[in-house]
Structures are given as C-alpha cells and as structure tokens.
C-alpha cells in the first residue's frame, strides 16, 4: 500500500491521530528539557497525566528522562 503524501501544513494533525494530541504537544515541548510539574502546567493535565504519557514514550523509546 503507498503512503498518502505528506501535507505541508498537516504532520502535527497526522501524529496526533497516531499518538494522540497530548503526547504530540508533549514531544513538541520536549525540543527543551522541562520538568514533570511544568510540563503537566502548560499542557493543562496532571503530573500523573504527564508521567503516564512520558512513560508510554519512553517505552517506545522516542524520548529519554532523567531524575533531577
């Protein structure tokens, strides 16, 4: 089956009907480091919301984490 072309405008849409919205905003976040409690503060959810996104990525191994 071929891949539909990629839209100039549409990644950010087409991951987040992969990932979901949270985690693409999470990973687009993550271009810095930020804290668990900062990053649960700007998306808006809890810092148990974020740890559970952080580790299903981290499993999936798109992002690494470290304790301060």
Known sequence: MPLAPAAA???DDALAA??????VELLLLLAEEHTTSDLARRLTVSD???SAHTTAL???G?????RA
């Open 58 to 60: 981290r499993g999936s």
């Open 48 to 50: 148990a919301t974020v």
């Open 62 to 66: 798109l992002i690494a984490t470290v």
């Open 9 to 11: 405008d549409g990644t």
């Open 18 to 23: 992969v990932l979901g919205r949270t985690r």
